[in-house]
């Protein structure tokens, strides 16, 4: 967090929590409040980053300085992070985290209003070794988790999950969310290279504007194939479907489901939580699985992603699964004539596929002047 006015004194636990209406774990905390000798009306800039993919966010105090009449604030949810991507398999796909939403708005202030902030951190990516769910960011309404597999590392995948929402509090009432991003679903294959294609679902990029249905992901084994959908985005104050049931023709075919976004109010800090994604696995044709991803938190939290998997039915033949994405968090924006203004667009956090990266930060940056 950086500011450019005033002394700044590290606070209390209890200063932050006494200022605002939740109970969220601080990973950065800090009251912005202006010099009293501070010239009448100066520029200047407040900044709130959260920190590493899936722990605590971060939530801030901040003072409206002297002859300050409006401020312009620009918000971006966390980020979804990446499936699994394995680098001996080249040909196949894992899906991408997708971006966060960048929500900016002008509001009309006056001096001595205390605005209370909450950044979201952005879901981790599928790890790279070990054999071991990803955990979702944390904020307003944090990401879904994504599951174990529960397979052993050489032979299953797990996707990312998902960011969390960033919110903007006068008081205790709330202005403005930024929903988080996404996760990305995880492949894997295991059998004869030249009948096993797999592909992983992309998470579905921050809302209003963005991703309604996240990407599906498709396992096949020669012409038999099988897909399964997306997570639902969050609309509204209501939480994302988990993803359905895709196309197919293959005999034999698993399939496995995450779960519903949360609404709004029933998720950490008054948000949604994102849905946890899917995992599946088993051993017939070949032994491997793979997982979902994580729905993004927000206003309401999106869906988690789905599974399936196909397999060959003579032994050794081949086994072929994936991960859908999972759905984005909601935007917010309250109806108040204190805002101004208010542009929706989506933020470039989301975790990349190669190198294979957790989703970034949720922040918030107020300037006046």
């Known amino acids: 967090m950086t500011q450019n006015f005033g002394n700044k004194d590290k606070p209390t636990r209890r200063t932050i929590v006494q200022g605002a209406a939740w109970t969220l774990p601080v990973l950065v905390t800090a009251v912005g409040a202006p010099l009293a000798a501070a010239s009448c009306g100066d520029p200047g800039e407040f900044t709130l980053t959260a920190g590493a ?63 209370n902030l909450i950044a979201g951190t952005g879901g981790r990516s599928g790890p790279s070794a070990g054999d071991a769910a990803a955990a979702g960011g944390k904020g307003y309404g944090n990401g879904g988790d994504s599951q174990d597999p529960t397979g052993p590392s050489a032979n299953s995948t797990t996707g990312g999950a998902g960011g969390a929402g960033t919110a903007l509090f006068l ?15 995880s492949f894997d294959g295991n059998g004869q290279s030249s009948v096993v294609t797999v592909n992983g679902g992309n998470g579905g990029t921050g809302a209003s504007p963005g991703t309604a249905i996240a990407g599906s992901s498709r396992s096949a084994i020669d012409s038999n194939f099988a897909t399964q959908l997306g997570g639902a985005s969050a609309t509204g104050a209501s939480g994302g479907a988990a993803g ?20 709004n109010g029933t998720g950490q800090a008054g948000g949604g939580n994102g849905g946890t ?87 918030i940056v107020i300037t006046w002047g």
Do not use: D
């Open 53 to 115: 993919p899936g722990t605590a966010g971060a939530s801030s105090t901040w003072i409206v300085p002297p002859c300050v009449t409006q401020i312009t604030v620009t918000m971006v949810g966390g980020g979804g992070g990446n499936g699994r991507r394995i680098p001996t398999e080249p040909s196949f796909s894992n899906g991408f985290g997708a971006a966060g939403a960048r929500v900016t708005s002008t509001i009309t202030v006056t001096p001595g209003q205390i605005f």
């Open 171 to 185: 008081g205790t009432t709330l202005l403005v969310v930024a929903g988080g991003g996404g996760g990305g679903g």
């Open 244 to 263: 359905l049931i895709g196309t197919g023709n293959a005999a034999n075919v698993n399939r496995a489901f995450g779960a519903n976004g949360g609404g």
């Open 277 to 363: 994604g899917a995992s599946i696995y088993g051993a017939q044709g070949a032994p491997n699985g793979s997982s979902s991803g994580g729905g993004g938190g927000g206003y309401a939290g999106g869906g988690g992603g789905s599974a399936v998997r196909v397999w060959a039915t003579t032994p050794g033949i081949g086994g072929s699964s994936s991960g859908s994405g999972g759905g984005a968090g909601s935007n917010f924006v309250a109806v108040a004539p204190i805002i101004v203004a208010s542009t929706p667009g989506v933020a470039g956090n989301g975790g990349s596929v190669a190198p294979s990266s957790s989703g970034g930060p949720g922040s």
